[in-house]
């Protein structure tokens, strides 16, 4: 078993410009997301809310971003 700590911690606001310059500066993140029941059924492509209650939240890495066609998304790892 492994236990590591960090010596030093930042943030970035909640600013796409300033999420996206912190991602090529940096490299990936750590960010959470609002969870809803219809995520439980999504399988591919950009996930887009669309019915169903507040499930939790969920934390995973932020590796990039992009669009398809006119909706800008988030490139996540779990």
């Known amino acids: ?9 930042w943030g970035v606001a909640a600013d796409v410009g300033q999420i996206q310059a ?8 750590e960010a959470t997301f609002v969870v809803y029941n219809d995520f439980f059924n999504y399988h591919s492509g950009v996930y887009q809310h669309r019915t169903g209650g507040m499930a939790g939240r969920h934390a995973v890495r932020l590796i990039g971003w992009g669009m398809e066609g006119s909706t800008p998304y988030w490139m996540v790892a779990n």
Do not use: R, T, V
């Open 22 to 29: 912190a991602l090529q500066k940096g490299g990936s993140l």
């Open 1 to 9: 078993m492994f236990f590591f700590s960090a010596k030093s911690s």
